[in-house]
């Protein structure tokens, strides 16, 4: 969203963080609910492990013992830094887009050049590289692909701006799945301006990405709770930006 539409993703997290805060305090003033007692046995916990990002004394032995997971991804990030720098990459002209572009980068590649190699192993390359970079290329790469048939091969536009109702219902049902990916098509959708901001509202409500599966697993109850509850919550304020046109 920052990327593509970065004015109405900086409206939409204020209003997603004001109404979360409001939902989350009328939720624990009408349920007054019993707090978990124990933990969820299913998540891994390190407890042991210390994450210095910068460790003195060990950042040029972790360089010299240098593991493929560091290599590979400190030559990446510094061929995305090059391309940014000579506008091989991103924006062809110098704009705030450009800049956060190589300010991530530059900070992805000094993270990536000084933490531990347990944190490095484990998190960056098993959890973030390999896990979860190809799930959002090929989300996004879907959601694309869903644009190219709705607007070029099947020209369903014009219907799908017509049912209003029925895209914010299907917007709220998708934002059920315990994934992220699929939120891009709705992101996509309104960038191209066939969605209004009221059906990206209901879906950024709804949906919280993977965040929700160690709850899944600990207790499938409290997950179905939840998530009724940002259902309903997403619909009615979805409806109610609708009603206000937008």
Do not use: N, Y
């Amino acid at each position: 969203m920052l990327a593509l539409i970065p004015k109405q993703a900086v409206l939409l997290i204020g209003l997603l963080f004001v109404f979360g805060v409001a939902v989350g305090i009328l939720v624990d003033a009408v349920g007054r609910r019993p707090r978990t007692s124990h933990p969820a046995v299913c998540l891994e916990l390190h407890v042991q492990d210390r994450c210095e990002c910068f460790p003195r004394g060990r950042i040029l032995t972790q360089w010299r013992l240098c593991s493929a997971a560091r290599g590979t991804l400190a030559v990446a990030l510094a061929l995305l830094l090059a391309g940014i720098v000579t506008g091989q990459l991103g924006p062809s002209e110098w704009s705030w887009v450009r800049v956060s572009l190589l300010v991530v980068s530059a900070l992805a590649l000094f993270i990536v050049g000084t933490v531990p190699e347990h944190f490095m192993e484990e998190h960056l390359w098993r959890h973030v590289a390999r896990k979860h970079a190809p799930r959002v290329l090929l989300w996004t790469l879907g959601a694309l692909f869903a644009m190219h048939l709705l607007t070029d091969v099947l020209h369903l536009e014009s219907a799908v701006r017509s049912e209003r109702w029925l895209r914010m219902l299907v917007a709220c049902l998708v934002g059920l799945i315990p994934e992220s990916g699929p939120h891009l098509i709705f992101v996509t959708l309104f960038a191209e301006g066939v969605i209004p901001l009221s059906v990206l509202m209901a879906s950024s409500i709804v949906q919280d990405g993977h965040g929700m599966l160690p709850m899944l697993a600990h207790s499938r109850r409290e997950f179905l709770v939840i998530k009724a509850i940002s259902f309903a919550t997403g619909l009615a304020l979805g409806a109610a930006a609708m009603g206000l046109g937008w």
